[in-house]
């Protein structure tokens, strides 16, 4: 049986349905991410699991007992949930460290030690202790909050978009330190984020949301290499989507006969690559001459981003389009290194890495 199940969850504010029979399970000890755009209903998922709502419909059940079923709910101070808040939600007039430490039990013989412990864990210095909330950065209220959420030794964390305020760097290393300290309590966790990478990267399980539903519950790399949908392929990442005839495993597309990873035939189909799935090699027109096998195309327009260009390169020979007309001169949009990138007006020979789906 699952740590925390929700059944059929159902929430309502006015004529808005912002919850839409939701249906999650989670195990103990693991990381779920919620992704989806603004206004899907993340936010009051978390807001009904921590018991700041109630549903109208459905149910949630945390470790075998029932937190909340229809409107009947166990109040949010009950629960032994953590909720760290979009703003932190800090107490203003505490100090860091009381902020910290308002949760703990008054007995706590090692308080000012645990204190300065957790303040350490997510890169707080320690003259930071002594200020007010409004004496700290936005990411250093956040990672206040955080410290204090963990300080209650919650059973499940509940974050929403916590390392938002956080610059790129000091995010990637705050959600692997988080992941760490929640991993080593044991706490199941569930995170909500805009961000796909950060999804992908932090959880054992990925639910992407859509209007108040989840349009599909996995694994992340099952989610970012098998997405059920157009919707779901291109919010988790870029997708190079093409027209295709599918037949035993092989779509024939754009890109000549490439394998896909579904049996089912299709004449009418659309198959999906990750852009890293197609590489670039330079060469030149003389190079296409006798390799009628081959794909080529030129580079049409290279934009450099740092670490990542966006390359658009538009086919040459077409290998048998079932639907030519339907991508046309359309480019490929890509993203590869910038050392590696090849620049405008350049012929590149394409080759598939791996299974389209
Ligand atoms: P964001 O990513 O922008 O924070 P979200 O996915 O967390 O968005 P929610 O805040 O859960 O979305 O909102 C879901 C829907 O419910 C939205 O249409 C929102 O306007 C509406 N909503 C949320 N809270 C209330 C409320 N207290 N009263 C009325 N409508 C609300």
Redesign the pocket.
Known sequence: MSFLQLRALNKH??S?K?LDGIDLNVVAGSRTAIV??????????LRLIAGFEAPDEGSITLDGTVLANGGSSVPAHKRGIGLVA?DGALFPHLTVAANIGFGMDRGEADRTERIAELAYIVGLDKAILKRHPHELSGGQQQRVAIARAMARKPRLMLLD?PFSALDTGLRASMRKAVAELLESAGVATIL?T?DQSEALSFADQVAV?RD?KFSQVGAPRELYLRPRDRMIAEFLGDAVVLPARVDSGFAQCPLGRIAVDSTERRDTARIMLRPEQLTLKCTSREGMSGTPDMLFGEVVETEFAGSLCTVAVRLLNNADPPDAAAIGNTPLILKKPGMDAPTTGEVVRISVVGKAH
């Open positions: 504010y006015g808005v912002a989806g755009p603004s206004g899907c209903g993340k936010t009051t998922l979009q978009e909500v805009h949301m108040g």
